[in-house]
């Protein structure tokens, strides 16, 4: 550490998560460091994760969004916070930095240590229209108080949302509390493209409604003062714009600085936070990090990771040597009545990275079916073949949703593999969960077809060849869900005495609603000399996800 009479000097660029946390911990970490942060915007710190809540009128007090103001940051941790105050350039050779005041007149400012903590900022399309006056983007509180003020004051009817990431699902929902119609816009085939698509599916099929409907597959053109029009000729109404079509990282000041910008736009980091320069750190949005799980270069724009990132090159700023181990994206988002979280890998991620994995669904309750207030969890495992190990993780439901998922966020941190959920000892008590948890069922099923204990069919990527498809479900289910195209029906209960019915020299793949009959009938024909028998994953209802062809009753 430094001699007191020349303590370091730490400048913190931005504010919110990752720069306020550097802040609070490098003095911790350093009490006699001179430490100073420039936010560009009227507001140190504040809840950006919850401006769609304040919008939707759950949260009431717009104050207690403000996480941190200058005077409680120099009363507490005595950091010079300077709001209103763009940093314009980084002179890496001199360590100083040029700032502009609320003024207009600009200074250089001296650094030991500097911490770019800049975010990143909404894409605005280059389309005719975007400036209209009800054509919003969502950013920060100021973003915030116009969208609340349109509504209160405009009382839009039809609200268009385009984009179906984490931001365009919270606002679809905002706009929806407060007596919108709301039409969600995405180019791609459903919303939350981190998720696989049968997950996705059945959560836009929960979530659909008259007045709350998706336009997949779409690319808006233009928007008008009546709404928004499309490429392919099609138009819908509007009162109120949404755009939410990504992010860009804020990395021009680092850019314009020589620091070495990463395959994914950040600023490419070292495991201390460190750019390209070792006395300048980047955090958040904007800086270009590790993927926990795969090792690959990765810029994660979560509020999590930002704090963390912030606090860890905050204290390596102040001289402690601290390293970050990467993210796994882990995150959760409330869509009306249902929740979905997810952590590690999709399907589609793991293909790209090169994993040899397999997928398994099972469908729970959120506790002990007896108890009220039950309801349905799904959840859809990613399994590396050969090891058993758990790649990510997808959870669907209305309840419970949050700790499934943060379980299998630290599975995947301790490497633990579907055999290791199978055991783990998790709280129970019937209005909190089961004997067996979610997370034991994910883990027997993910282990079955790990060991290779029963032969399993995944319904994604299944091509049928001439099986004899055996519908074990009742017959009052079958008529009135319908079932797979030539099905033959057999109720799992009649099954023993109906065996002659079934062919020997043909596969014999066998599925029920949900996949635990078919699991039991599997077993029953395979303990019965009908050794060519598997069973469907996910049962019917998973078939139906994948878009497998089906004869409904009329």
Wanted: with cysteine; hydrophobic share 40%; charged share 25%.
């Amino acid at each position: 550490m430094k001699p007191s009479s020349q303590p370091r000097r730490i400048i913190i660029v931005g504010g919110v998560a990752g720069g306020a946390s550097a802040a609070a911990k490098a003095r911790r970490v350093d009490e006699l460091a001179e430490i100073h942060v420039f936010e560009r915007g009227p507001y140190i710190s504040f809840a950006n994760c919850g401006l769609p809540y304040f919008i939707a009128g759950e949260i009431d007090d717009r104050a207690k969004l403000i996480v941190m103001t200058p005077e409680k940051f120099w009363e507490r941790s005595r950091v010079h916070a300077h709001v209103n105050h763009e940093v314009r350039s980084i002179n890496r050779a001199a360590k100083t930095i040029q700032v502009k005041g609320p003024d207009g007149a600009t200074r250089d400012v001296a650094y030991d240590k500097l911490v770019l903590s800049q975010g990143a900022k909404p894409i605005v399309p280059p389309l005719p229209g975007v400036d209209l006056p009800h054509v919003f983007t969502l950013r920060d509180i100021p973003d915030m108080d116009r969208i609340a003020r349109f509504v209160d004051e405009q009382k839009p009817k039809r609200a268009v949302v385009i984009g179906g990431g984490f931001i365009g699902v919270e606002m679809a929902e905002a706009f929806h509390h407060r007596g919108l119609h709301v039409t969600m816009v995405e180019r791609n085939p459903h919303i939350l493209p981190l998720l696989d698509r049968d997950m996705a599916t059945h959560l836009q099929n929960q979530i659909r409604r008259a007045d709350f409907d998706f336009k997949p597959l779409s690319h808006a053109t233009q928007f008008t003062r009546e709404g928004v029009e499309f490429a392919d000729g099609s138009r819908l109404p509007a009162d109120l714009i949404l755009l939410s079509v990504g992010v860009k990282a804020e990395v021009e000041l680092a850019k314009s600085a020589g620091l070495e910008i990463g395959v994914t736009g950040g600023v490419k980091t070292n495991g201390r936070m460190e750019s390209s320069d070792p006395a300048i750190y980047a955090v958040g949005d904007a800086a270009e990090t590790l993927h926990a799980l795969t090792g690959a270069r990765a810029r994660i724009g979560l509020a999590g990771p930002a704090n963390r990132q912030g606090r860890i090159a905050g204290a390596n700023a102040a001289g402690a040597k601290l390293t970050y181990p990467g993210a796994l994206g882990t995150s959760i988002v409330r869509a009306l009545h249902m929740t979905v979280g997810f952590t590690g890998l999709n399907s589609a991620q793991a293909a790209k990275t090169g994993f040899s994995f397999f997928t398994s669904l099972t469908r729970d309750h959120s506790h002990a079916h007896y108890y009220p207030g039950a309801t349905p969890l799904m959840t859809k495992l990613i399994v590396e073949e050969g090891t058993g190990r758990l790649l990510g993780a997808q959870v669907l439901g209305e309840r419970g949703v949050d700790k499934r998922v943060d379980i299998f966020a630290t599975a995947i941190a301790g490497k633990l593999t579907v055999d290791d959920l199978e055991s783990l000892d998790l709280a129970y008590s019937p209005p909190f969960g089961s004997a067996n948890d979610p997370v034991n069922i994910a883990g027997f099923v993910a282990g079955h077809i790990a060991r290779g204990d029963i032969p399993t069919v995944a319904p994604e990527t299944w091509q049928p060849d001439g099986e004899f498809l055996l519908d074990v479900r009742d017959r009052d289910e079958v008529a009135e869900l319908g079932k797979l195209k030539d099905a033959v029906n057999i109720p799992l209960g009649e099954l023993r005495d109906r065996l002659g019915e079934l062919p020997h020299d043909r596969r014999i793949l066998a599925y029920c609603q949900k996949g635990q009959r078919g699991y039991l009938a599997t077993c029953l024909l395979r303990g019965r000399g009908f050794e060519n028998t598997s069973n469907l994953r996910g049962g019917y209802l998973q078939a139906q996800l994948n878009g497998l062809p089906t004869t409904v009753p009329a």
